[in-house]
């Protein structure tokens, strides 16, 4: 690895201990950080709660029917690799990444959440037991990164301060992690089109559509179908 130094880390934890190997590194961060705004997505009002435990879950749904606003859509990233068909789980990660594009916010507790909301200048809020895990640090900025305990004593802060102010949020996270709209371009192709290539890859027969979530985009399956 020194021979290809400096090597990128995706966090500051990474980082130490690349140092500590006598490698030269500086902190490249995630990959994720580099999907770009899918061209064509609008904005919509549809905010997503993703994987959130129970008791963050229940305070965000009765936040918003105090607020009388609409509830959420609830998700889960959570599926069983064995059974599921890699140009399945291909389709889902396009039409998650589409979703999250257009989101009003997004709430989670998923790492590989909220890094690319942020990339696609989508406001998401990372709420996790514990706020101090090394994969955070210098990964997540502290202004979106909350604690599951101090979410559910100000969901109504948080609500409000989403429904209200969610590009403010959006664009002070961006800023603090130096993101700039000319470092966020995949070339040649948008994650889109890469991930619908990756999907075509080596498929010889049609598969079973049948939705594997309720909710996903039927013209998302149909343009995986059309590509194998």
């Not at 409000?160 to 000319?182: D, G, H, T, W, Y």
């Amino acid at each position: 690895m020194v021979a290809h130094q400096p090597v990128g880390a995706r966090d500051q934890f990474t980082q130490r201990l690349l140092c500590h190997q006598g490698a030269e590194t500086y902190l490249s961060r995630c990959l994720t950080l580099g999907l770009e705004r899918p061209a064509g997505v609008e904005k919509t009002s549809n905010a997503y709660l993703v994987d959130l435990d129970e008791y963050a879950l229940e305070a965000t749904k009765n936040q918003a029917r105090e607020l009388g606003v609409s509830v959420p859509i609830q998700r889960t990233h959570e599926f069983s690799i064995g059974r599921t068909k890699p140009w399945l789980r291909l389709w889902m990660a396009a039409q998650f990444l589409h979703d999250y594009a257009g989101a009003s916010f997004v709430i989670t507790s998923r790492l590989h959440c909220v890094l690319p909301c942020l990339a696609m200048g989508t406001s998401a809020l990372l709420v996790v037991p514990n706020t101090q895990d090394e994969r955070f640090a210098g990964l997540v900025p502290p202004d979106i990164l909350e604690s599951t305990e101090d979410f559910c004593k100000r969901t109504d802060y948080w609500m409000q301060r989403m429904f209200e102010v969610s590009e403010e949020i959006s664009a002070k996270a961006r800023n603090s992690l130096n993101i700039a709209p000319s470092k966020l371009t995949i070339p040649e192709h948008s994650w889109y089109t890469h991930v619908m290539d990756q999907v075509a890859v080596g498929k010889m027969h049609t598969p079973d559509i049948s939705d594997p979530q309720p909710g996903l985009n039927r013209d998302v399956r149909n343009h995986v179908l059309s590509r194998i």
